[in-house]
């Protein structure tokens, strides 16, 4: 999942798709299944606090809107946030522009929380 290359192919669907990364979704969702299936029925944490997963069932317009704008630049990098981190520990340029320009993203999107949305 640090290669563009194999992130671009997974969503190139008309072209040359390489379905390699939908295994390791699959895989991951598999192993995160039981263990929030576990954690709904517990009601408290570890550490004894209560727990409180999220109760938003229903889809609005930021949600699609975020979705949208994660998946673009997604396509666009080829870098997903937790790999991009470990592609700029290993030292891959492009990788740290992609991260700079996520944070630089966040803060936009701090600002326009906290002034424009919360009126």
Request: aromatic share 10%; charged share 15%.
């Amino acid at each position: 999942m640090t290669d563009p290359g194999k992130v671009i192919g997974f969503l190139d669907l008309a072209g040359l798709w390489d379905p390699s990364l939908a295994l390791v979704m699959g895989g991951a969702i598999a192993v995160a299944l039981p263990g929030f299936a576990w954690a709904r029925r517990r009601g408290r944490t570890w550490l004894g606090q209560p727990l409180t997963l999220p109760a938003a069932g229903r889809i609005d317009r930021r949600l699609v809107l975020g979705s949208l704008t994660f998946g673009a630049g997604w396509g666009l990098a080829g870098f997903c946030p937790g790999p991009a981190l470990v592609s700029v520990a290993a030292g891959q340029p492009k990788a740290a522009v992609f991260v700079l320009a996520m944070l630089a993203g966040m803060a936009v999107y701090e600002c326009l929380e906290s002034h424009v949305f919360s009126r």
